[in-house]
Nanobody, 121 residues
Framework: QVQLVESGGGLVQPGGSLRLSCAAS????????MDWYRQAPGKQRELVAT???????NYADSVKGRFTISRDNAQYTVNLQMNSLKPEDTAAYYCKAAVLVSPGGPWRDYWGQGTQVTVSS
């Protein structure tokens, strides 16, 4: 069973920084795209950032210039560096990975359990 485990959330003041990490279990053949999503109370889950296996990145307009997504294919990890945080960044953050468990098998999406980020003074 593939598991994704996030860490790094917490409480930070506006203008501060946090670094989220997501580690996947090692029973994986290949990880494709890795994403960070977030969901604020009463709102739909939204895509924050995506990184392909080759390292191509894409960001939501609301976080461009402030957040940076990165990955380590050898360690099966994806990170999200969040700078200049704003109160509107407050949400539960989730990582998602497209995974091929074995050669010739189907690609499947897996989600982490989420980590809370609260930006408040």
């Amino acid at each position: 069973q593939v598991q994704l485990v996030e860490s790094g959330g917490g409480l930070v003041q506006p203008g501060g920084s946090l670094r989220l990490s997501c580690a996947a279990s090692r029973s994986i053949y290949i990880i494709g795209n890795m994403d960070w999503y977030r969901q604020a109370p009463g709102k739909q889950r939204e895509l924050v950032a995506t990184i392909t296996r080759a390292g191509t990145t894409n960001y939501a307009d609301s976080v461009k210039g402030r957040f940076t997504i990165s990955r380590d294919n050898a360690q099966y990890t994806v990170n999200l560096q969040m700078n200049s945080l704003k109160p509107e960044d407050t949400a539960a953050y989730y990582c998602k990975a497209a995974v091929l468990v074995s050669p010739g098998g189907p690609w499947r999406d897996y989600w982490g359990q989420g980590t809370q980020v609260t930006v408040s003074s």
